[in-house]
């Protein structure tokens, strides 16, 4: 391990243990196996608030759950639709230190430690402080280690009105959640420059236990590395698995434990120096029932760099179908996904994702950990090629199983921060930019500079993302709350009604996102200023694509979550946005593919489908769906979508009376339109336009006047 970071630095030789080194672990082993971690304090835990309570759509701790995925499936307000319209609600700077963890989000506090010493909890109304408490630092006197002062870099866990963290020195802590105050805490190593033990582990909470890791400050000397669990409440029955024999040094745990609590399991990866013991520079299963090593595999002798870290935290996932597998990063550059079985029978794929070497702060290598969602594995790292092109870091996303590349993204710097996903979003930091990439299609969504490098993890939470910073920030970018729909109310009666194909769940109160909202200050994002709306990314794209304002009319709302029934289909939840003329529907189902956004059936809606027609014998005219489509209407639905667009017909031409403005026209109803024929326009490009099906639609749920 060479610090948060790595420092370059020549080949190691294993150490033999100091004498006093051994003596403090040996006394540190007694006092934990006698039951004295070190109570502190005798608060009461029955006395806790509802602070540190985890609902839905929180973040409680670094990557988000045991089996670190980094994914947040309960979250609706950020999509790829809103993600472009994201605006700062405000900007925390809670340190003249590095924030180099990774936040926790509960309820409405965000826990965060910094290399002050100090963790923190913020307000997540406004970012202000709510506690603060000193958890010490560790220092270096070795120049070259970087850096050479470090308080809190373990990202905080947070469980049953408890926040468990890693301190910047010789304990590791737990606070209670509503005041700061200690619990109990537990000696974990010597945090002298003699001794060098430091918490670089984000810890996991499960079953009623708490999981960490050990490894050296900077090298300077070694430790012997350990992961260990104690009894979440009271600290005690604490258990230990080392890496490496008695009498060695090494085989740090500065990533982060995976539980599988399945298979009462846990997932390490470890750390150098090179040299002979079997679990240096690997990933290893601990069987949780013995805390023995059960399994491992060891990067090949000419695949490691001079400082052989495993550099992520594993991602536990089961594809779709197939066997459970893991997968983590290595600083040669590699990541490799293994059958979660049979790690001792090598990677099931690899891939080689940036430059080797021991520097990750100089491009080299990945200390990102993956996220992972539906047979899809996200990853990033540092200096690499993408499309052919040299790039300072990326992020690509592949089949899980297989190890198939969907896509690949380049960033403007590495990636040091561990990757973050929810509702088709990935969130990552490219040295000091934010990247929100649509995790379908591996294209940029929104993109920020921030003050500082970003080297914690950024999470997703309640439609804000959290963002650490270098210099000592945490920021928070929202979804506009006019663009989240509020949770429907239950439904008075649970009888089953027949909904007509296309429409949208019954709602008696009008969306927020009719509501006038201001300019975004995001060029991604169109502003109407005659309406007070936006059009972002995907939806603009299809917009403009299909033609833009003269087809479809200014946006009557926001993109905002509504459910509809597709035809023949399931109701489902679907990203909508209301216009003049249509309804556009966001359909993630087919993400990467022309159908990704889809025009709703108002035609359908507002007209029965009339039985099919005799064929017209009128020449040029086509004979669709049992229906005659020729003359101005028949050119139009050509040059303007035709099928993909407006749908089959399903009426012949008729003169109709239009409901939004009481004029006969002379009309033909598509599945997903309704043309009308204005001959006062003849000769324009307006001759022939589609009816205002929106309007009409939100006018006749009592929306619009």
Not at 196 to 207: D, F, I, Q, R, T
Not at 388 to 408: D, I, K, P, Q, Y
Request: charge should be negative; charged fraction near 15%.
């Amino acid at each position: 391990m060479l610090s948060v970071f790595g420092t370059p630095r020549g080949n190691r030789q294993l150490v033999n243990k100091k004498t006093s080194l051994r003596a403090l672990i040996l006394v540190t082993l007694l006092l934990s196996l006698l039951g004295l971690a070190g109570a502190v304090g005798s608060s009461d835990l029955r006395a806790q608030t509802s602070a540190g309570m985890p609902g839905p759509g929180d973040w409680p701790m670094f990557l988000n759950g045991a089996q670190r995925q980094a994914w947040n499936g309960d979250e609706t307000a950020l999509s790829p639709s809103t993600a472009p319209s994201l605006r700062l609600k405000w900007k925390a700077h809670i340190s003249e230190d590095v924030v180099a963890t990774s936040p926790a989000i509960v309820g409405d506090t965000a826990y965060i430690g910094a290399w002050d010493g100090y963790e923190y909890a913020l307000n997540l109304t406004d970012g202000s402080v709510r506690w603060q408490t000193n958890l010490g630092t560790s220092h270096s006197d070795v120049p070259a280690c970087m850096p050479m002062n470090a308080g809190v870099t373990s990202g905080a866990a947070v469980s049953n009105g408890l926040v468990y963290v890693g301190g910047g020195a010789n304990y590791f802590y737990t606070l209670r959640a509503d005041n700061g105050q200690p619990v109990w805490r537990l000696f974990t190593g010597d945090a002298a420059p003699e001794g060098a033990s430091y918490n670089w582990a984000s810890p996991l909470v499960a079953g009623g236990r708490v999981y960490s890791g050990i490894a050296s400050f900077c090298d300077h000397p070694f430790v012997r590395g350990f992961a260990w669990s104690a009894d979440s409440q009271s600290g005690l029955d604490e258990k230990r698995v080392y890496i490496v024999p008695e009498d060695t040094l090494g085989g740090g745990i500065w990533t982060s434990p995976t539980l599988d609590e399945a298979h009462n399991r846990m997932f390490l990866t470890t750390g150098s120096p090179p040299g002979a013991p079997p679990y240096l520079d690997s990933i290893v299963a601990v069987d949780l029932a013995t805390y023995r090593i059960t399994d491992s595999w060891r990067v090949p002798h000419p695949d490691e760099v001079a400082d052989a870290d495993w550099s992520t935290t594993p991602t536990l996932f089961t594809p779709p179908g197939g066997k459970q597998m893991v997968a983590a990063g290595n600083k040669n550059g590699k990541f490799y996904a293994f059958d979660a079985d049979r790690l001792g029978a090598g990677p099931v794929w690899e891939y080689k994702a940036a430059e080797s070497g021991e520097c990750p702060q100089c491009g080299e290598g990945t200390i990102s950990s993956s996220a992972y969602h539906d047979g899809v594995l996200y990853i990033a790292g540092g200096k690499t090629t993408v499309g052919g092109e040299n790039v300072n870091g990326s992020v690509r996303a592949f089949e899980a199983a297989t190890g198939r590349l969907r896509w690949e993204y380049p960033t403007g710097g590495s990636v040091f921060g561990s990757l973050a996903g929810a509702n088709g979003v990935i969130v990552a930091a490219g040295d000091n930019e934010l990247h929100l990439i649509d995790a379908a299609r591996g294209v940029n969504l929104f993109k920020v500079v921030l003050e500082g490098a970003i080297y914690g993890a950024p999470v997703i939470a309640h439609g804000v993302v959290y963002v650490p910073t270098a210099a000592g920030f945490l920021y928070a970018y929202e979804v506009p709350a006019e663009l989240v729909t509020p949770a429907p109310s239950a439904p008075a009666s649970t009888a089953t009604a027949s909904v007509p194909a296309g429409a949208p769940s019954p709602t008696t109160q009008p969306p927020a996102a009719l509501n006038r909202v201001p300019p975004p200050g995001n060029s991604a994002v169109l502003y109407f200023e005659p309406v007070g709306h936006t059009l972002a990314p995907p939806l603009r794209g299809y917009w403009e694509k299909y033609g833009g304002l003269a087809q479809f009319g200014y946006p009557l709302t926001e993109a905002y979550t509504e459910t509809i029934t597709p035809a023949g289909g399931e109701r489902k939840d679907y990203l909508v946005q209301y216009f003049e003329r249509a309804r556009f529907e966001y359909h993630p189902e087919y993400a990467g593919t022309s159908s990704e956004v889809l025009l709703g059936l108002l035609g359908a809606h507002f007209f029965k489908p009339e039985p099919p027609s005799p064929q017209s014998s009128t020449p040029g005219a086509s004979y669709l769906n049992g229906h005659n489509l020729g003359g101005p209407f028949l050119d139009y639905w050509q040059t303007h979508g035709g099928l993909y667009v407006n749908g089959y017909p399903i009426s012949e031409e008729h003169d109709d009376v239009a409901p939004t403005d009481g004029k006969t026209y002379r009309v033909q109803y598509f599945e997903r339109a309704r043309f009308e024929l204005h001959p006062e326009n003849r000769g324009t490009p307006y001759e022939v336009l589609l009816g205002l099906l929106g309007k009409q639609l939100l006018q006749e749920r009592g929306w619009l006047k």
